[in-house]
């Protein structure tokens, strides 16, 4: 059975930094590409960021570009999303996720969860002004 464990999510002032760890169990976790994806009160879960199966290719929302980087650790089976110059509208419960298919994800569907098999229970992160 497949696990995956956000942490690292609090209450930080705007302009300040986060680092989220999500650890993985029950699969092969350096076969398979990860995601991040973020859902605010009343709004739909939306895209963050993509990591391939070796950290080879990344992608972010334009929102994050320039102040999130995405890692994984594949001895640790751990991804991560260091969050800098946090701004309030970063607010919101913050999802990790495994992908479908074997090592990456075609560009055109990285960003939709369809692309996604396994999720995490989330992480809040609250940025205040």
């Known amino acids: 059975q497949v696990q995956l464990v956000e942490s690292g999510g609090g209450l930080v002032q705007a302009g300040g930094s986060l680092r989220l760890s999500c650890a993985a169990s029950?699969?092969?976790?350096?076969?398979?590409?990860m995601g991040w994806f973020r859902q605010a009160p009343g709004k739909e879960r939306e895209f963050v960021s993509y990591?391939?199966?070796?950290?080879?290719?990344?992608y972010y929302a334009d929102s994050v570009k320039g102040r999130f980087t995405i890692s994984r650790d594949n001895a640790k089976n751990t991804v991560y999303l260091q969050m800098n110059r946090l701004k309030p509208e970063d607010t919101a419960v913050y999802y990790c996720?495994?992908?479908?298919?074997?090592?990456?994800?075609?560009?055109?569907?990285?960003?939709?969860?369809?692309?996604?098999?396994?999720w995490g229970q989330g992480t809040q992160v609250t940025v205040s002004s």
């Open positions: 990591i391939s199966w070796n950290g080879g290719s990344t």
């Open positions: 996720a495994t992908s479908k298919a074997l090592g990456f994800i075609a560009p055109m569907s990285r960003t939709g969860q369809n692309a996604y098999e396994y």
């Open positions: 029950g699969r092969t976790f350096s076969s398979y590409a």
